[in-house]
């Protein structure tokens, strides 16, 4: 985000240079639509705030950034999920399980049988 809102930033910088000036709005705008889908509650609020500086938006973007990675750093790491102490007897595996319910002949072949 610090590379992509730089990068904004030379971009304004080098149209003032030339004469042509951005306004704010289409500077905010612009920067917002590029975002990808990660950032849609941000742009959201963003889009709806009144008053809204550069320097502004740019804070908000990247404190939400830091947000988003804390949140992908805490989804990727297993170690926080609490030991629930579930062991190989609850299992899709079939190799782990030891033994079988008897079933009846209806549930073998998935009959009802009649009354």
Do not use: R
Not at 23 to 32: A, G, K, R, S
Not at 54 to 79: C, K, M, R
């Amino acid at each position: 985000m610090e590379f992509y809102l730089s990068k904004m930033t030379v971009l304004l910088d080098n149209m003032a240079l030339a004469g042509c000036l951005i306004p704010l709005l289409d500077l905010i705008v612009q920067t917002l639509t590029k975002l990808n889908g990660d950032y849609t509650f941000i742009v959201v609020h963003l889009a709806d705030k009144e008053g809204l500086s550069w320097i502004g938006l740019q804070s908000s973007l990247l404190t939400f950034e830091q947000y988003l990675e804390h949140l992908y750093s805490v989804n990727n790491d297993p170690a926080w999920y609490m030991d629930s102490g579930a062991s190989n007897s609850v299992t899709n595996q079939a190799s782990n399980i030891s033994g079988t319910l008897g079933t009846t002949s209806s549930q073998k072949s998935g009959k009802v049988p009649k009354a």
